[in-house]
């Protein structure tokens, strides 16, 4: 059974990252969600690795908050919307860096849901 966050899975949604708007928008919810700076999270260029790059810059984060304790991440993983058990499943499977894939998936359903919802995609 596929545990992802996406019922359509990753690379369904990560195509949406090639467009500007969109980048722009899930940076900034990955700013509000995890409390981080512009200097600790800039936007990366658009290209066909966009989303590998936006997990690998968010991982040093979820690697700062874990060193903090499990309850500064757990914080952090309840803003972003991960549900406690999906976040065990996740660092059993493959630690804090499916972690980071899917924090950032999570960013960018939360953006489409908004934008599909403005009429906008």
Do not use: W
């Not at 969109?22 to 981080?36: G, H, M, T």
């Not at 590998?52 to 810059?57: I, K, V």
């Amino acid at each position: 059974m596929d545990n992802s966050l996406s019922a359509s899975g990753a690379d369904g949604l990560q195509r949406y990252l090639d467009r500007a708007e969109v980048l722009q928008a899930v940076v900034e919810q990955l700013r509000k969600d995890l409390s981080i700076s512009e200097e600790e999270l800039p936007r990366p260029e658009l290209n066909d690795r966009t989303f590998d790059l936006l997990s690998a810059m968010v991982l040093p984060v979820l690697l700062d908050l874990d060193a903090r304790g499990a309850h500064a991440l757990q914080v952090a993983m309840y803003r972003v919307d991960i549900p406690e058990a999906h976040l065990q499943r996740t660092m059993g499977r493959g630690g804090l860096a499916a972690l980071s894939n899917e924090v950032v998936l999570r960013a960018l359903q939360k953006v489409l849901t908004r934008m599909r919802y403005a009429g906008r995609y």
